[in-house]
């Protein structure tokens, strides 16, 4: 047996003497000679600190212990072979797929019973034995898939990365590495131990170097089950390390100067941010970015932050740890070959794959669309497709319509047509149950014609690579799917079994990210330990990432984990301390902690350790609000600052001929144009102006709009027909033959629509009733009707229209084609609308209503305050057309719950005529003329803004509405306007 030494150092402490040591005893025996590091990254930066020294050494001498065993096992074995964790993952999957575990299925499970496993086999765990009395059902279960793994394994020669240790340990020659150096392993598990004690049985010299300080809340672990020839002990000064690593100890706090800062940061993108500038700060002092270290405890979650804000800062960087094949762009447009007919045809993944720049198809966007119109969500697109093009030549072949617009939006939709079923014949050769090995060779042979991936000839360099590497990981793992397949050759797995699986090992596969050389190194905090970094930030210290005190084994009780003894949760904070604590002793001028207050609106727990170093060292704070070097900055504060709105980024274009000559005194506007504008000009600015418009929303039934569309045909179809045959208002007497009429029209107009879905069957129900669901939409309006018939008002015309084109049998005879011209004041407003009904008085004066089916309506005091402006409007139109007196304006609500009709304003001298319409006592008026007059002022100043140009966002500090579609572009900000007074149109 060799001698042993055992070092018992603070982490980073003599590694620079191990690496002077192991150079020269490389250069004496370089094959014999090895260097095991407790991390990759540790590994990599010994490596690099050797060639930078101009030393010579085997490449895989300077390893970790899971490396170390593989090259043990590629050196020797010869029968076996290695698989990867994602293999291994894919082997479970298998066997779970027999269906022999039924207390073990799940999502998730592979992941957990994969982990559980390496568990069992890494610590050494006689399962299910070690359970004793607790042994049941569901352990048997775990302890046959177990068995049967590792039966599958062995039958097949393979060796996963847990079973690599054992083999490694067997295979182990005598005198093969005759010198040895082990540095920096905390606390290695019963397997790696097993490995270490052969290595040191057979080597001439072994050192060993332990993280040790006096202090067990972190450092239980002495080296003795090493039985070392000699201890050497390097027991530090009175410095700041060694106060440092009395850290979580019952030690009188320590004096660490300046050493270590502290502060809370309001959240993760503005912790980042923060950290980002005092990094620039660092810099502009002179200090190099390789000089800086970023940690974060779950270094995945925070990644997506750096990436977004240090580029912000210009902040050259690398992150280690590279992220899975599965997130990849490239990787992820692959994936949705098979995901398009393994999900059936979803609209969204269609889509998908049509808008993919790495896919050969083209049309995408359109196709988005078009979809959402056809109301496609899976399944029949071509059917759907067709629906429309039926629809649009309806519409088409009506003398109103826009004919040239219409033969191009159908020739569109027949061309996106073709388009759907060449792609989905191309799928359609992926679709059904067969072998992995005929799955992946139908899928390669699609990608291999449709010569996908596309990939740019040109672009950004750094991209361009990073694409390259990853397809380069697809196709590795194609060819690790298809090694796999082989131990399953007569399996035969549906298509959505088998894109599972690809996914599943991409998850599995990680691949590298760019390296930089003079660059921030954005790191995990356990990959800290042993390094020598100046500057360190160490962030995200919250309850839950550090420390993440996870106790509980996949599948296991609290009671069963403690039974087969793992670790506990003391051994768990234990090692999350080690680790914490490892970081801070790696920094030499400066550790900078940092912890986030919420995570959006959900309040983060400050991490226990931030408590700890709080107590022990009463850190000083550091950085500030200000953040002088981002690029998003001056915008930043630009769109926070208080005040009116005032220049042409808030929408205050100011005069503009282009303005004026669209929207001048030829321009014809609606009542609904009008109250946008009230409402929020900027809407108006991208709807009227820009011309834009949302996506359309997907819903496969009846939409709010085409609900109301239906309901006022309806209404019109009664009426037209019941006052064109001499009948007047709906009464008793003729309130069967009103209803019959009004069902007959109602069972016509809903078979227009060829919707199957329940949601349509229960519409139609509630509009047209049943003995289950009672009375129906129509027949409770009739009966509104004959309740309000004493009011003395008669309904007399329906749908009247005026600026429109006019459609036969959908308007009112008295509808004209031209706008209404109505004056105000020195000048006039052109008019377009619809009127949905006008009842009229026996001396000629009138009252007109607006059906509404949705559930918010306006009210008098919004046409005071200019915001509601459509049936004021609308009665000044009416009276223009006629030159009889409107009297009053109602909003008729026919919905689910609710049928009334409500007078929104009327003339306080007819009160006897609304007293029997429910809750009119509040809104009479005593003039009507005046309040339309106050209502044209409003269109006054509306149009002066307009052509004005003043297109601000809504100027009062409420909510937006939340129909508004244009949520994801609006500059609208509640805080700004606290302090703000202004008029409607954005001027003070």
């Excluded at 339309?932 to 500090?957: H, M, N």
């Amino acid at each position: 047996m060799s001698p042993a030494v055992l070092y018992r150092q603070l982490p980073g402490e003599g590694l620079d003497t191990f690496i002077t040591e192991f150079r020269k005893a490389a250069a004496r025996d370089p094959f014999g000679t090895v260097f095991i590091v407790p991390t990759s990254y540790l590994a990599r930066e010994v490596a690099r600190r050797l060639g930078d020294g101009g030393a010579s050494f085997v490449a895989d001498t300077v390893t970790t212990l899971p490396g170390f065993a593989r090259k043990v096992f590629f050196e020797h074995a010869a029968a076996e072979t290695p698989i990867s964790a994602a293999d291994s993952r894919l082997i479970l999957a298998r066997l779970l797929a027999a269906g022999r575990y039924p207390l073990l299925a799940g999502t998730g499970a592979v992941d957990e019973l994969a982990t559980l496993f390496d568990v069992l086999i890494m610590r050494k765990v006689d399962y299910p034995a070690a359970l004793g009395d607790l042994a049941s059902a569901k352990s048997a279960e775990i302890a046959a898939l177990f068995g049967a793994y590792l039966r599958f394994l062995d039958g097949h020669g393979l060796v996963d990365e847990s079973t690599l240790f054992s083999r490694a340990v067997r295979l182990l020659a005598a005198g093969e590495f005759r010198t040895v150096f082990a540095y920096g392993l905390f606390e290695p598990m019963p397997l790696e131990r097993d490995l270490l004690i052969a290595l040191r049985e057979s080597a001439d010299e072994f050192h060993y170097s332990l993280p040790y300080a006096p202090n067990p809340a972190v450092f239980p672990d002495d080296g003795e089950w090493l039985h070392p020839d000699m201890v050497v002990s390097g027991d530090a000064p009175d410095s700041h390390l060694s106060h440092l690593a009395g850290l979580f100890s019952r030690r009188e706090p320590g004096d660490c100067g300046k050493f270590i800062r502290l502060a809370e940061r309001r959240d993760r993108e503005g912790e980042v941010r923060a950290i980002a500038q005092e990094i620039r700060d660092l810099l502009a002092a002179g200090v190099r970015p390789d000089e800086i270290i970023v940690a974060f405890p779950d270094l995945a979650s925070a990644v997506p932050y750096v990436e977004e804000v240090f580029p912000d800062f210009a902040l050259p960087y690398t992150a280690s740890g590279g992220r899975p094949l599965s997130a990849s762009p490239l990787v992820q447009a692959l994936l949705s070959v098979l995901a398009v007919p393994a999900r059936c045809y979803r609209r969204e993944d269609v889509v998908a794959l049509m808008t993919s720049p790495y896919l050969p198809n083209a049309g995408g966007c359109e196709l988005d669309i078009l979809s959402r119109e056809a109301r496609i969500t899976a399944g029949n697109w071509d059917g759907r497709l067709a629906a429309l093009i039926f629809a649009l030549e309806e519409e088409r072949a009506r003398p109103d319509s826009a004919q040239s617009r219409l033969a191009e939006k159908i020739a569109s939709i027949d061309a996106a047509r073709n388009t759907v079923r060449g792609l989905f014949a191309d799928l359609s050769v992926l679709e059904g149950t067969k072998t992995i090995r005929e799955h992946l060779a139908a899928y390669r042979s699609l990608l291999e014609r449709w010569q996908a991936p596309v990939m740019p000839a040109e672009g950004e360099p750094d991209l361009r690579e990073d694409e390259a590497r990853d397809l380069r990981g697809f196709m590795e793992t194609l060819a690790a799917l298809d090694r796999v397949s082989r131990l399953f050759p007569e399996e035969k797995v549906a298509l959505l079994e088998f894109s599972s699986m690809l996914t599943l090992l991409l998850a599995g596969t990680r691949t590298g990210r760019r390296r930089h050389g003079n660059a921030v190194r954005v790191v995990g905090v356990r990959e800290v330990a042993h390094l020598a970094v100046p500057y360190l930030f160490v962030g995200d210290l919250v309850e839950g990432t550090m420390p993440r005190l996870t106790t509980r084994l996949p599948f296991t009780t609290d009671a069963e984990t403690r039974r087969l003894a793992t670790r506990s949760k003391e051994d768990i904070l234990r090692e999350e301390r080690y680790h914490f604590l490892a970081a801070l002793l790696a920094a030499r001028t400066r550790v900078s902690l940092s912890y986030p207050a919420a995570d959006g609106a959900t309040p983060l727990v400050r991490s226990g350790f931030v408590d700890a170093v709080r107590e022990a060292f009463s850190p000083e704070t550091w950085g500030n609000s200000d953040l002088p070097d981002s690029r998003l900055a001056a915008a930043r504060r630009n769109y926070h600052r208080k005040g009116g709105y005032d220049s042409p980024y808030d929408g205050m274009l100011g005069d503009d001929p282009a303005l004026t000559e669209r929207f001048g005194d030829g321009a014809v506007f609606s009542p609904t144009a009008l109250e946008t504008y009230a409402d929020c000009p900027f809407r108006f600015y991208l709807e009227r102006v820009l011309g834009l418009a949302p996506l359309p929303q997907i819903d496969p039934d009846l939409t709010a709009q085409e609900r109301g569309a239906l309901v006022h045909q309806i209404a019109y179809r009664f009426y037209s027909g019941w006052t064109c045959d001499g009948n007047g208002p709906v009464t008793d007497a003729c309130y069967a033959d009103a209803l019959r009429r009004i069902l007959d029209a109602g069972r016509e107009e809903a078979e227009r629509f060829a919707f199957e879905t329940p949601a349509w069957a229960a519409d139609k129900e509630h509009l047209l009733g049943s003995p289950a669901a009672g009375r129906g939409l129509l027949e409770r309006f009739l009966r509104h009707e004959a309740e309000v018939a004493a009011s003395r008002f008669v309904p007399h015309a329906f749908e009247v229209s005026f600026g429109l084109p006019l459609a036969p049998g959908e308007v009112d005879a008295a509808s004209v084609p031209d706008a209404v011209v109505i004056p105000l004041g020195d000048g006039t407003i052109r008019l377009r609308g619809r009127v949905d009904r006008v009842d009229v008085m026996s001396d000629g004066r009138f009252m007109i209503t607006d059906y509404k089916t949705g559930s918010s309506h306006h009210r008098l005091k919004d046409i005071m305050a200019g915001k509601a402006l459509q049936l004021p409007l609308y009665l000044r139109a009416v009276e223009t057309l006629t030159g009889r007196e409107g009297v009053a304006g109602t909003y008729y609500t026919l919905r689910r719950g609710e049928v009334k009709n409500k007078p929104i304003f009327w003339d306080a001298g007819l009160k006897e005529c609304f007293s029997c319409f429910p809750g009119s006592g509040r809104s009479s008026v005593g003039d009507v003329r005046d309040l339309v007059d106050t209502t044209l002022s409003w269109v006054q100043r509306y149009l002066a803004g307009i052509r004005g140009g003043c297109f601000p966002p809504r100027s009062d500090a409420g909510p937006c509405p939340a129909y508004c579609g244009f949520k994801t572009v609006c500059r609208f900000d509640a805080l700004r306007l606290i302090t703000a007074e202004g008029n409607p149109d954005g001027t003070d």
